[in-house]
């Protein structure tokens, strides 16, 4: 079936950088874009952006411009979130989801939660 | 910057039905937003409910239905359960690749 499959849970302290993992199996990787959304502890859900799996084009979230970088490795069906000097308000939990070409979202991966605090 | 509105919380008892919509802080929403909604339980990744304004996604029951109602994208509950007592969010594609969620609506079946 499809799915994607987050990797676990991190702890880091400020001005550190994470870097989150989704393994995506059962379909065509190639065929769909990646987007990554955040959700900080009782808070409602956030975009953070997108990037097309096919070509590597990348569109992020005004917010997260210049701390945010999403990349993708193909050979392994693997995409990729990295997010740079973490602040304590960057506490959440991050998905991955396949975007379709109408703009929605589905699946979704489980969830990592990242942790920022010293 | 645009904001997308929801009703923060919303009541409904079982059996009931319920409209939960989705606006702009400016401007109308239409079907070129390709409104899509997504159900979530504490704890739980989102469940996508209803894409492209008005389909079902996969396994979705069809008390659950999407609609445009004047100037908001509309999700429409009926024979309300139970289980269906959740966050409800909304998300509007806002052109450039841009997607925005709205804040959310706390369901509440009693």
């Known amino acids: 079936q499809v799915q994607l499959v987050q990797s676990g849970a991190e702890v880091k302290k400020p001005g550190a950088s994470v870097k989150v993992s989704c393994k995506a199996s059962g379909y065509t990787f190639t065929s769909y874009d990646i987007s990554w959304v955040r959700q900080a502890p009782g808070q409602g859900l956030e975009w953070m952006g997108w990037i097309s799996v096919y070509n590597g084009n990348t569109n992020y979230a005004q917010k997260f411009q210049g701390r945010v970088t999403m990349t993708t490795d193909t050979s392994t069906s693997t995409a990729y979130m990295e997010l740079r000097s973490l602040r304590s308000d960057d506490t959440a939990v991050y998905y991955c989801?396949?975007?379709?070409?109408?703009?929605?979202?589905?699946?979704w991966g489980q969830g990592t939660l990242v942790t920022v605090s010293s | 910057q645009t904001v997308v509105t929801q009703e923060p919380s919303f009541s409904v008892s079982p059996g009931g039905t319920v409209t939960l919509t989705c606006g702009l802080s400016s401007g109308s929403v239409s079907t070129r937003y390709y409104p899509s909604w997504y159900q979530q339980t504490p704890g739980q990744a989102p469940r996508t409910l209803i894409y492209?304004?008005?389909s079902r996604s996969s396994g979705v029951p069809d008390r659950f239905s999407g609609s445009i109602l004047g100037n908001k994208a509309a999700l429409t509950i009926t024979g309300a359960q139970a289980d269906d007592e959740s966050d409800y969010y909304c998300?509007?594609?806002?052109?450039?690749?841009?997607?925005?969620f709205g804040g959310g609506t706390k369901l509440t079946v009693l």
């Open positions: 989801a396949r975007q379709w070409w109408d703009n929605w979202f589905d699946p």
């Open positions: 492209s304004t008005n």
């Open positions: 998300v509007l594609f806002m052109g450039s690749g841009m997607v925005v």
